[in-house]
């Protein structure tokens, strides 16, 4: 086996073709020693520290990577030092960094100052890391609809598209997941991106948020390193589009700020059913502005008028195989099928005073504010209603940016907040090539735009007139526009001071207390699917002591579930972090928090597949199909063939799916209608088994008519059916489809 070169070994030179050694590619040119031109002479490459092996995974803990040399800074976070074989961090010029857990803020809670260059310097390299797919987010899918508002704002917001009840605005919205690259597949255990462009009379609006509350990271500086973290290691260029390997549980272990974040992102809420069932937030707390320029703080929240629901993760594996487009085909096949999905837009809107008692500080993006203690407002409803014409022209080409608002909507100091509108104008340039990406259609204001910015690269505006600067001397068109004090964007007037620091608020060091609510805010089974999560997750860490240092965090947040995933991995039960402030473990439950407060009211939205064989009632199935299809759901077929089946009365009916290609996974409930030859037939194919003992083991409901048996049989779950398998000969249509809105018998045991 080779031998890695020792970082004690000599300099070497390189030439002028990156080649190792002293000489040019062309030999005919004479060496330095020669009297011929001196050649640069690059220092070697450094040799970094190699992390473990699977074959030495056990020397973890002596391998300088994972150094223990740390001091907590004042908000908890964790400052690793050089030292031992560790260099000092540098930005990309060769300054010395002396914090790089924190940007620089006007005291302790102030804004981060543009003077940043080490902020800048940092994001500004990350920014363009990828062309053209997006760095995160980059596997997504679009849809357009209508914002309508609810009501008159106008004690909260001069914004105009709250103006006044009714009032329609065009929307883009784009979902995506967070890690995975453009071809990878939909049902990554992944954080969703639940970005919206509002095209308002005023200009574009831009919510850019995630399908949870809360975000890994307090400061913007650390987002490079959380990305780089969770993407493919780069000494082997995998795993792709998922959480589960060494380094990403390096990185949050050592920042105890994810842990809350880290609970989210175990529980069902990242494997979704589906986008249409899904929460929006935007995460960062913003402000709204009168009329009279007072401001109120607002926490937005996107809620499905669908009901939440998401799959089990055995559920999840087998969804990516079968259909690794699973949610990008939703989308598109509820909006085709006139199933326009909706959302409520909500806020909690506090003053100054609130958030001034409030238990954490609401800067913090990896806080919430319990629905409890503010509750939300519904403030208008989106409805998605049209699919791209062109996936790359809009879906790809959209540019999301937090910067984008309207006057009536403005920022607050929250560091990550800051720094994602400092970054997203690099992304854009990065992705898009030119400064004009805002011409694109899908980027493009439906209100008039008229400023002073001339050419540039992919210009596509005619640019008529003489002026093209002001102040100017001209009258009239040929004058062009001025800014406007009045009807302009005004920001919120408020005091700053402090001294300039690179600082953690204190105010954000209790990174357990709200992890811990979660925890206990769930129902028993939502507790076990988080508990197994984090076992699985954890399990494909090769190095233990990274396992070990998440779960003594964990028993910061709850002894039972830190007992229950040390022993999930089969490990002694570490001593628990030191916290720097303690949790508190009496905060009250929060019912809102748990997805069984919002789960569906009905099987309207969701989809039933009907496996049918030669000699199916034809009565039956038109019966059923009817029935869904009136409650609003989607009805498929699956057969043996996808040449389609002949019923009980001789008629050749087409279907959906051949079995192997149409698994139960695709569907939130089936029925088996199978007759006779044809169901002792399709009995003996190897994709039914699974098909009817997927359908148990992930508890979902399930309709047979007598004939059906050998089906049952051939699952092994003949001799096992309970309260939500239904016979089909006694349970009317209509009965079934509502026995279904239940979504799942999380009683049953598989």
């Given at each position: 086996m080779a031998t890695k070169k020792s970082a004690k070994t000599a300099p070497t030179s390189r030439g002028g073709d990156g080649r190792k050694g002293g000489r040019p590619s062309d030999p005919s040119v004479p060496a330095v020693e020669d009297g011929g031109p001196r050649l640069p002479d690059y220092p070697q490459d450094p040799v970094p520290p190699q992390p473990p092996t699977p074959r030495h995974a056990g020397a973890a803990a002596d391998n300088p990577l994972y150094t223990d040399a740390t001091e907590p800074g004042t908000g908890g976070e964790l400052h690793q030092l050089p030292g031992d074989g560790i260099p000092a961090m540098t930005?990309?010029?060769?300054?010395?960094?002396?914090?790089?857990?924190?940007?620089?803020?006007?005291?302790?809670?102030?804004?981060?100052?543009?003077?940043?260059?080490?902020?800048?310097?940092?994001?500004?390299?990350?920014?363009?890391?990828?062309?053209?797919?997006?760095?995160?987010?980059?596997?997504?899918?679009?849809?357009?609809?209508?914002?309508?508002?609810?009501?008159?704002?106008s004690d909260l917001t001069r914004a105009s598209l709250f103006a006044q009840a009714g009032k329609e605005t065009p929307v883009f919205v784009r979902f995506s997941t967070v890690a995975g690259n453009m071809g990878s597949f939909d049902l990554a255990r992944d954080i969703r991106g639940f970005a919206t462009k509002f095209y308002t009379d005023e200009g574009n609006w831009d919510l850019v948020g995630n399908n949870v509350p809360v975000f890994f990271i307090q400061?913007?500086?650390?987002?490079?390193?959380?990305?780089?973290?969770?993407?493919?290691?780069?000494?082997?260029?995998?795993?792709?589009?998922?959480?589960?390997?060494?380094?990403?549980?390096?990185?949050?272990?050592?920042?105890?700020?994810?842990?809350?974040?880290?609970?989210?992102?175990?529980?069902?809420?990242?494997?979704?059913?589906?986008?249409?069932?899904?929460?929006?937030?935007?995460?960062?707390?913003?402000?709204?502005?009168?009329?009279?320029?007072?401001?109120?703080?607002?926490?937005?929240?996107?809620?499905?008028?669908?009901?939440?629901?998401?799959?089990?993760?055995?559920?999840?594996?087998?969804?990516n195989g079968a259909d690794p487009d699973f949610h990008r085909r939703d989308l598109w096949m509820a909006i085709n099928n006139g199933d326009f999905p909706e959302w409520d837009l909500c806020v909690q809107a506090f003053?100054?005073?609130?958030?001034?008692?409030?238990?954490?500080?609401?800067?913090?993006?990896?806080?919430?504010?319990?629905?409890e203690q503010v509750p939300l407002r519904v403030i208008g409803t989106m409805r998605l209603d049209r699919v791209v014409d062109n996936v790359f022209s809009e879906t790809e080409q959209v540019a999301f940016m937090t910067q984008n608002v309207v006057p009536g909507i403005d920022f607050t100091n929250d560091p990550l907040l800051q720094g994602r509108n400092f970054s997203y104008l690099d992304t854009q340039l990065k992705r898009l090539g030119s400064t004009n990406f805002s011409q694109l259609p899908v980027n493009a204001p439906r209100c008039p735009v008229m400023h002073f910015q001339r050419d540039g690269h992919m210009q596509m505006g005619r640019q008529a007139g003489r002026a093209t600067y002001e102040?100017?001397?001209?009258?009239?068109?040929?004058?062009?526009?001025?800014?406007?004090?009045?009807?302009?964007?005004?920001?919120?007037?408020r005091p700053e001071s402090g001294d300039t620091r690179r600082v953690r608020a204190e105010s954000f060091a209790d990174h357990y207390s709200q992890a811990g609510q979660f925890w206990r805010s769930q129902s028993p089974v939502e507790q076990d699917h988080i508990r197994m999560a984090f076992v699985f997750e954890l399990s494909k860490c090769e190095i233990p002591v990274v396992r070990e240092r998440i779960v003594a965090n964990l028993r910061n947040v709850d002894e039972e579930l830190a007992a229950g995933v040390a022993d999930g991995l089969g490990m002694d039960l570490p001593e628990a972090t030191t916290p720097h402030v303690q949790p508190n473990h009496d905060l009250p439950e929060s019912p809102a928090l748990s997805m069984e407060a919002r789960a569906p009211e009905s099987?309207?939205?969701?989809?039933?597949?009907?496996?049918?064989?030669?000699?199916?009632?034809?009565a039956v199935l038109d019966a059923l199909t009817k029935a869904f299809e009136d409650g609003g759901a989607m009805v498929e077929t699956i057969a043996l063939k996808i040449g389609g089946v002949t019923l009980a009365g001789g008629e050749r009916r087409p279907v959906d799916h051949k079995i192997d290609g149409g698994p139960s996974v695709l569907f939130d409930a089936v029925a088996l209608l199978g007759e006779g030859a044809g169901a002792e037939e399709l009995a003996g194919h190897p994709a039914t088994r699974d098909f009817v003992a997927d359908a148990f083991s992930h508890y979902k409901f399930i309709g047979y008519v007598p004939g059906a048996r050998p089906l049952l049989e051939a699952g092994a779950i003949a001799e096992r059916l309970d309260?939500?398998?239904?016979d089909l000969s006694t349970t009317t249509p209509e009965d079934f489809f509502t026995a279904c809105g239940a979504m799942r018998r999380w009683e049953r045991d598989v």
């Open positions: 930005t990309s010029q060769g300054q010395v960094l002396s914090d790089d857990q924190n940007s620089l803020k006007v005291g302790d809670r102030g804004p981060t100052l543009l003077e940043d260059f080490a902020l800048r310097d940092k994001i500004f390299h990350f920014d363009h890391e990828r062309i053209p797919e997006r760095v995160v987010h980059a596997r997504g899918y679009g849809a357009h609809g209508t914002f309508t508002a609810a009501e008159d704002l400061d913007a500086i650390k987002f490079p390193d959380l990305v780089h973290s969770v993407k493919e290691e780069q000494d082997r260029g995998w795993p792709q589009a998922q959480s589960a390997h060494d380094t990403f549980w390096d990185f949050v272990g050592l920042m105890p700020e994810s842990t809350h974040t880290l609970l989210w992102q175990m529980s069902d809420r990242t494997i979704p059913r589906s986008f249409r069932f899904m929460q929006g937030f935007g995460v960062h707390t913003f402000r709204f502005v009168d009329a009279e320029g007072k401001s109120t703080f607002v926490k937005f929240h996107w809620v499905p008028k669908q009901g939440l629901q998401s799959v089990v993760w055995n559920e999840a594996v087998k969804i003053d100054d005073e609130f958030a001034d008692s409030f238990e954490f500080d609401v800067l913090d993006s990896s806080k919430i504010i319990p629905e102040p100017n001397s001209f009258t009239g068109a040929a004058a062009g526009p001025r800014a406007d004090r009045e009807a302009g964007f005004r920001t919120v007037e099987f309207a939205g969701r989809k039933l597949g009907i496996v049918v064989t030669d000699g199916t009632d034809a309260q939500a398998c239904l």
